[in-house]
Every structure is written in C-alpha cells, then in structure tokens.
C-alpha cells in the first residue's frame, strides 16, 4: 500500500525587501557574562584546473519535477510580522518541505502489525490487510522504536535519551515522557523498551526504567580514562555495557549488573574498536561488528559474537563491506544484516560445548535501496525491513514469502551510505550530507534533492519544484549557495569540485576542479558576488569567479563567514578561538580566543560575530557556550553562559534585523536569544535532525531550518 499525502498550500508569505533595522546588541568597554537557564543543461569542459566560464548558448534545461508537500497552518489571507527578539515569542512551526527520512521499522510480537518511524512522522500498518491503522505526527526526532513484550504499546527513544510510550492501538501518546538526559554522547534502548542505557559527554552511565523514570544504575566511567564511547543494555534487566578506552590505550568493552551496579567481566578477543553493540533478546548474547582491511588490499566487515556469562568470542563472521544494520531474530541463534545495496543476510550459530560455528546461509536481494532497519516477531518466524527509499516488507523468515509491502512516500534517501574509502588502512564509510540556500531577492530556495544527486529550485509559495539541476553522470551534490543578486546557484559537485547554474535558465556556466584533499562541507559567495570560498577540514579556498584563479589559500575546520560589508572574514582555528582576516587580501588581522568554536555568524550590521561552542575545564564539566566578538573593536564583549543546555551548540544564525540569535544543540533543540540581553526568548525541544542548517527568507518573515532527513522545516509568527 503506498501512502500519499494531498498537496494543500494555504501558505501565503510575501518576499518583499524587509528594511534592516541596526543591531541592538551595545557595545561595553568590557566583557559581560549572562547565565541562562534553559525553561541535463549543456556541460562545461573539466579539466584538473579551474576553467573559464563556457558558453551559455544551445543549453536546455531540465524539466520541472512532481511538486512536494508543505503543510502550512496559517490562514491565507495572514501577512507575518518579520522575526525579530519582540516577536519571536509567538513564533510557531508553519509547515515542512518534504516528508523526512525513515528511521526505523518494528515488527509486533505476534507479526499482525508493523510499526514505521520516519524523522517526522509514526505510522502503523495492517500485516494482514496492508491496511494503513494510523499515522501521527511525532513530537521529537526518534532514532529508534520497539514494542512492548505484550505488543499494546510502542515505545520510542531520542538521540538525548528522551523516551516516549504510544498506544499501539490508536497511536495515543500514553503518559509523560522520560526527561531529556543532559550531555548524552550515547543512548541505548532495550529491545523491548523496558530500560533505556545511557552514556554522557563525561563517561558515565545511567540505566533508567522507562515507565517509571526511575534510575536504576549509575557508572562513573573511571574504568574508561580516555573516553567512553558506547553503551547497551539487556531486555532482561539484568546486565549493561559500555565501551571506551581504558588506562592503558586499549579499547575495552565491560560487562556490569544492573541490580549491584558490579562489573561483571570483559569481553574477550577484541579486535579494535568495534560499533553497533547489542543483546539478543534473551540477554545471553552481544553482537557488534567492526570494519577493518585485509592486507591493505581489501575492506571487510565483521560480525562479532559474544557470550555474556564469561565474556567469551564465540566466533567472527566475515559480511559484506556495505552492512548497514543487523539485527536478531527472536530465535536466538539467527542475526539478520542488511546492506547498503539492500541484501538481507541471514547468519546462523551452531552452538557446541566446545565451540560455536557461525556462518553466512544465506542472501536475498530485499529493496532497491539502502536497508536502514530491521525487526523480528516474537516467535522469530517472521521479520520486517525497512530501506532508505520507504520501501517496507514483512517477510517469512522460512519460506522468504513477502507476506506485507508498503512505500511510504516522500522521503528523502540522506541516510544512505554508499561511498566507501581508505584512509590509513581504515575503510571509512561516507554519508552524503544535503544543504540548503534562501535566495536573498526572492520567494525560492536551492535544496539538495532527495536523491542527493541533483538539486532542487523550490517556490516556497507553491512548494513546486520550478527547476531541477543536475549533470550527465549520477554524482552526488551538496552545499548549494546563491549568489548575492539571487541570479546564480553554486553547489558542491561529487565531494571537491564547485559547479555554477544560471538560476532562471538551468544553465551550466562554471565547473571547476578545487584541489580540495577532502570533501568539501561549506560554499559561500563573497557579499560582492565575484568571489566563492570552499572549505574542507582545514583548508579554505578562494576562488576568483571571474578568472576562474584561486586568490587565496586560507585555513578554517569547521566554519567560516564573510562579513555582509565584505571587508572581513572570520575562520575557526584547529583547537579553539577565531581569526579575523582582511576578506581582500587574505591577511590575517587577529586571534580571538574562545572555546572550541562549531559555528559562528556576522550581525547584518557587520559589527558583531555570535561563535558557538563550548569549553571543556574538567573531566566533568563543560559548558556550553556562546561568545559575542565585536568586530571594530577586535575583541570578546559578551560570553552567554548556557546553563542547564543539555547538548554543544552547533547551529548559530542570527535574525535579518540583528536582534536576536537562533541555535541549534546536538540534539536537535532549537533556542532563539536576545542577541544584546542573552535572555531566552524561545525553545523548541528535540525539534530537528541533526546535522541541522538555518536561514531565514529574504523578507525576514520565515525561519527555515533544514535538518539531516532533508526536510526544511519553516517557523513564523502567528499572532
């Protein structure tokens, strides 16, 4: 059965010019401190080097696409006020711009329903009729679900360790939810949803009982001097994990009981570091896999098994390189995997008294995409999948019959991982990343498309698709950015090279090769429009769009900006602070310290620079921070303390008119601040996928906010 949404627009935003009004952020002599407490075109010629612009005659260009799916609240004869620190308080979520990304399947105990999670949305299907039960829209971004051992309710868990229970029935929500868990690096949540494991940015555990709140179990991490990095924890209550790297340099995996919070053992035969560690259900088991190269020649995935009495490897099974997910059948002795090119693997264990023998026995072709999610019935007679394109099956496990097949539509395929490298003889799997642009003269915006191999220019008006952007070969594409006079796109072409389209006509007028080492993660014109710098893990390039040269070679990790006069640009440095640099020249002009910096933004004013990070003093604190730079002055005037935020900040844009701030943490959370007061002025929690990226529209009216499921969620004020 495939599910279709009606395409309903009431959604009427006027684009006009907004004024800029001055930012009203002061100026002290000194630093301040404010504590908060969070409540295919014609092609271009390639070669090694950068080429001039070719022709732009006997070009055609592509076809509009099928239009998407916005779904707006506001009335449509309502004009919204332009965001600023006075009205954000009434500012409110609007509509999204496409469906998500599918985050999980669960299959119930008795296989007579199956339950799909996407990044915005829970929905409940009929195994027996393909009937769709109910869809609702889900409060949080949930990276996992489960059903109950009685299978009446689903349970639900978040990336911060926010733990919601839904009625399997109607799909209510039952009861309050788990409290956010403060600088979580890592959750786990039992197969049947009883205990949620988790571990924070300090290296300590806590096992929670889901439907009482109550803390069950705390580890103090000592074991793991050099950093904790994973953790589990068994359906039975009984046992937990985690892992991390002990005193000694050594990557270790440790065994605890949950009652006595007592280490129990280690397990033995440990590679390196291995990633997905869980029980079986019965909590006999742990599995994990691991990915490693054979001679150097060759990568290959392993698939490691555990007993969990004494810690013994019982055996290692070779996997294909692509396994993107595993998971148990009820059985015990039988570990589904599913790949990236959509197999199913079945892996069987024979267990002895003296050995155990497990082995691949056998391969089906499941989905024509990525498998990102797999589930078991009770009696581990029947599973379900789920890929990356919304394709979703319930499967025989004896005779392979498909007994139920959906397509959820809509979705966005962000979540495939299909690019697999070397890199000091480690095989690294990369994961495509989108990226969106508001154009600064219009009502459109550039979007990765959902196929990540294209990009998309969208009327936020209708919400149709007005033009599709790509070239001969199916390469992947991100980071799109329009030029200042809103006339031209500029997106990441196949990782390191920068591509140039005529927005109105689709036109192909620049292909350029970058030199970049590694990927490039973010483009941006320079505010006169002659200039682009591209920037990949240290390097930041700029390149001259008029003779296709590079004027400058710079350095900045995770983030840059021009200033919007174009006189300066501020870059990170590889530890912590910022320099300042003469945007013309490329000199640098000075270092600022701060915290370790994940992103910074320039005041429309030019004046100011909000940086976003945090500062690391002791093994366990940290705080996460906000530092206000004026830009005349060369000098940190103001740091926002942010108390109580349970994650690093990540995101930080500021308003059209100066006023105010918007970031966004690790977990998706999105806060909006006085830019002069540091108050908080609005919160929306567990709002957004991350990685997540935030614009505003040329009028000033919209809050957009794109986060890792491609989907572009817009805010504005409604009263």
């Not at 280690?266 to 088991?285: A, I, K, N, T, W």
């Not at 990441?492 to 970049?516: F, K």
Request: overall charge negative.
């Amino acid at each position: 059965m495939k599910r279709t949404i009606s395409f309903a627009i009431i959604l009427i935003i006027s684009f006009l010019t907004a004024c800029q009004p001055a930012v009203q952020t002061a100026s002290p002599a000194v630093e301040q401190t404010a504590a908060v407490t969070d409540t295919a075109p014609a092609l271009a010629t390639e070669t090694s080097l950068p080429t001039p612009r070719p022709s732009l005659t006997n070009t055609a260009t592509e076809p509009p696409t099928p239009t998407e799916t916005i779904m707006p609240t506001l009335p449509p004869t309502s004009t919204p006020p332009v965001i600023s620190s006075e009205s954000v308080g009434h500012l409110a979520y609007t509509g999204r711009l496409g469906g998500g990304a599918l985050v999980a399947v669960a299959l119930a105990p008795d296989a007579a329903q199956v339950v799909v999670l996407t990044s915005a949305a829970l929905m409940a299907y009929d195994v027996s009729t393909g009937s769709l039960s109910w869809e609702v829209p889900t409060d949080h971004v949930y990276n996992k679900a489960v059903y109950s051992d009685d299978g009446t309710q689903i349970i639900t868990s978040t990336r911060g360790g926010t733990v919601r229970h839904w009625d399997a029935g109607s799909g209510k929500v039952m009861g309050e939810a788990l409290p956010i868990v403060n600088n979580t690096r890592a959750v786990a949540l039992s197969s049947n949803g009883t205990l949620l494991a988790a571990l924070d940015n300090f290296d300590q555990t806590f096992v929670w009982d889901t439907t009482t709140g109550e803390k069950l179990q705390t580890n103090n991490g000592l074991a793991f001097p050099f950093g904790a990095m994973q953790v589990a924890v068994s359906s039975d209550g009984k046992t937990f994990l985690n892992s991390g790297i002990d005193s000694k340099v050594n990557y270790q995996i440790r065994l605890w009981d949950v009652t006595r919070g007592r280490f129990l053992t280690g397990l033995q035969g440990l590679p390196g570091e291995v990633f997905d560690l869980d029980f079986s259900p019965d909590g006999q088991y742990v599995a994990a896999l691991a990915t490693r190269v054979s001679g150097g020649l060759r990568g290959m995935q392993y698939l490691y098994l555990w007993r969990v009495s004494d810690g013994a490897l019982l055996d290692t099974v070779d996997l294909s390189l692509d396994t993107s997910t595993y998971a148990f059948l009820e059985n015990g002795s039988t570990i589904l995997a599913g790949t990236a090119s959509g197999q199913v693997m079945f892996i069987n264990f024979r267990f002895g008294d003296r050995y155990t023998y497990g082995f691949l026995q056998d391969q089906i072709a499941a989905h024509p995409a990525a498998v990102v999610s797999l589930s078991s019935s009770a009696d581990g007679l029947k599973y379900a999948s789920a890929a990356a394109d919304g394709s979703v099956k319930v499967w025989d496990a004896a005779t392979g019959e498909v007994l139920f097949s959906t397509q959820v539509e809509n979705l966005s395929l962000q979540n495939i991982h299909d690019e697999w490298v070397y890199e000091d003889l480690k095989v690294i799997n990369h994961q495509h990343e989108s990226g969106f642009s508001a154009s600064p003269t219009s009502a459109i915006i550039a979007r990765t498309a959902s196929d990540l191999r294209s990009i998309d220019i969208i009327d936020l008006l209708t919400g149709e698709i007005i033009r599709n952007l790509k070239i001969e070969t199916a390469v992947y594409f991100n980071s799109p950015v329009f030029s200042p006079d809103g006339k031209t796109v500029a997106a990441v072409l196949d990782n390191t090279r920068i591509i140039v389209w005529e927005v109105d006509s689709g036109v192909e007028v620049l292909r350029l090769s970058t030199q970049h080492i590694k990927p490039i993660t973010k483009l941006q014109y320079s505010p006169d429009g002659n200039w682009i710098a591209s920037m990949s893990d240290g390097e930041l390039f700029v390149w001259d769009l008029g003779t296709v040269s590079q004027k400058h070679a710079l350095t900045a990790f995770n983030t840059f900006s021009y200033s919007p006069d174009g006189h300066s640009m501020v870059t990170d440095v590889q530890d912590m602070g910022i320099n300042l640099l003469d945007a013309k020249t490329g000199r640098k002009v000075t270092y600022i310290e701060t915290g370790y910096v994940n992103d910074l933004a320039i005041s429309p004013d030019s004046k100011y620079a909000a940086v976003a990070g945090y500062r690391s003093q002791v093994r366990y604190e940290q705080d996460n921070l906000v530092y206000f730079i004026d830009l005349e002055q060369q000098k940190r005037i103001r740091t926002l303390e942010i108390t109580g935020y349970p994650a690093e900040v990540m995101d930080v844009v500021y308003t059209p008119d100066g006023s105010a701030i918007v970031t966004i943490d690790l977990y998706g959370d999105v806060y909006i601040w006085g830019a002069s007061t540091g108050a908080l002025l609005q919160h929306y929690e567990g709002q957004v996928a991350m990685p997540a990226q935030t614009g505003f529209t040329s009028d000033g009216r919209t809050l957009l906010i794109l986060g890792a499921d491609n989907s572009i969620q817009m805010f504005q004020v409604t009263e």
